[in-house]
């Protein structure tokens, strides 16, 4: 049983990474070919250097880990800024702590942690400068049309009518969890409601969560840009030593510190915030639907 999930594993993160050699075909800086990229991971998956870490939305805490080794410089590439809060609401909040404590944190603090131990640092840094965190996200307009594919509104409103839907729980649990969102009213109270027509009012409340997980990161000293286009690529890189990743086509995460690896990855993100939007475009407001359609415009 063990030896056919290692290669199930193993398969779908073989076209995982075909997935991404092709992606990154683009950019001059990365692997020369799709099966240099391929050949490299096939071995890898047989060493030390790059695991598996988990599905969606098992796979947050181990992403945690990763944030949690940071010494001086963290880097995210992700759709959202609340990733796997609607799925995993309560494993999310020890995420987020995590990159908060990361964005509080000192290079000297980390270097008495023992989170810098065997790597280059900044030598122009003072060791009483904190950490420095870029997130790299889908623009606003973009993560709404990615929220109304990932709640397909006949699916999701039937399977919310479903008493044993994971569904059902999933929408349950995440309202309990942000009872702020709705108040004066009960997640129960309010699944009613979302299945008497008001679906765009829930994939309104999302947008305002993770308008106010922007905010937060933003007041904490968080770097945000919103990508120029939808990536499927997704990225957690700890200074240059270490790496989350994994594929919006097929959910599954694992984590490498394989050089080469890491440097592929490192061109990928740095093209994609040399191309991005600062977050000041777009920070008065969770939906920004109206400027975008003026943006588009000029």
């Given at each position: 049983m063990?030896?056919?999930f290692?290669?199930?594993?193993?398969?779908?993160?073989?076209?995982?990474?075909?997935?991404?050699?092709?992606?990154?075909?683009?950019?001059?800086?990365?692997?020369?070919?799709?099966?240099a990229?391929?050949?490299?991971?096939?071995?890898?998956?047989?060493?030390?250097?790059?695991?598996?870490?988990?599905?969606?939305?098992?796979?947050?805490?181990?992403?945690?880990e990763?944030?949690?080794?940071?010494?001086?410089?963290?880097?995210?590439?992700?759709?959202?800024?609340?990733?796997?809060?609607?799925?995993?609401?309560?494993d999310?909040?020890?995420?987020?702590a995590?990159?908060?404590?990361?964005?509080?944190?000192?290079?000297?603090?980390?270097?008495?942690?023992?989170?810098?131990?065997?790597?280059?640092?900044?030598?122009?840094?003072?060791?009483?400068?904190?950490?420095?965190i870029?997130?790299?996200?889908?623009?606003?307009p973009?993560?709404r049309?990615?929220?109304?594919?990932?709640?397909?509104?006949?699916?999701?409103?039937?399977?919310?009518?479903?008493?044993?839907?994971?569904?059902?729980?999933?929408?349950?649990?995440?309202?309990a969890?942000?009872?702020?969102?709705?108040?004066?009213?009960?997640?129960?109270?309010?699944?009613?409601?979302?299945?008497?027509?008001?679906y765009?009012?829930?994939?309104?409340?999302?947008?305002?969560?993770?308008?106010?997980?922007?905010?937060?990161?933003?007041?904490?000293?968080?770097?945000?840009?919103?990508?120029?286009?939808?990536?499927?690529?997704?990225?957690?890189?700890?200074?240059?030593?270490?790496?989350?990743?994994?594929?919006?086509?097929?959910?599954?995460?694992?984590?490498?510190?394989?050089?080469?690896?890491?440097k592929?990855?490192?061109?990928?993100?740095?093209?994609?915030?040399?191309?991005?939007?600062?977050?000041?475009?777009?920070?008065?407001?969770p939906?920004?639907?109206?400027?975008?359609?003026?943006?588009?415009?000029?």
């Amino acid at each position: 049983m063990k030896r056919a999930f290692e290669a199930i594993t193993f398969i779908l993160a073989l076209v995982a990474i075909i997935f991404a050699a092709i992606q990154y075909s683009d950019s001059h800086e990365l692997i020369k070919s799709n099966k240099a990229l391929t050949d490299r991971v096939e071995y890898l998956l047989g060493t030390a250097s790059t695991k598996y870490i988990d599905e969606f939305p098992k796979d947050i805490l181990g992403i945690q880990e990763v944030v949690s080794g940071t010494c001086e410089n963290l880097d995210i590439m992700v759709s959202v800024p609340g990733y796997a809060q609607y799925s995993s609401p309560r494993d999310f909040d020890r995420y987020k702590a995590a990159l908060i404590a990361v964005a509080k944190s000192t290079l000297r603090e980390n270097k008495a942690a023992k989170k810098c131990l065997g790597k280059k640092t900044d030598p122009t840094r003072n060791d009483d400068e904190s950490s420095r965190i870029r997130l790299l996200l889908f623009r606003p307009p973009d993560r709404r049309t990615m929220m109304a594919d990932q709640f397909q509104k006949d699916r999701f409103l039937a399977a919310l009518q479903d008493p044993k839907s994971e569904a059902k729980q999933r929408f349950i649990t995440f309202f309990a969890a942000n009872p702020r969102l709705i108040p004066n009213t009960t997640p129960d109270a309010y699944l009613q409601k979302v299945q008497n027509g008001s679906y765009d009012e829930f994939l309104s409340q999302l947008e305002k969560l993770h308008h106010l997980n922007e905010v937060l990161y933003c007041n904490e000293g968080v770097s945000i840009r919103y990508s120029s286009e939808r990536f499927s690529t997704y990225l957690w890189l700890q200074d240059n030593e270490q790496a989350a990743f994994s594929y919006d086509t097929n959910r599954i995460t694992f984590r490498t510190n394989d050089q080469t690896l890491i440097k592929s990855f490192r061109s990928l993100f740095e093209d994609a915030w040399k191309k991005s939007t600062p977050f000041d475009d777009y920070k008065d407001s969770p939906s920004m639907a109206t400027k975008s359609s003026a943006l588009e415009q000029q």
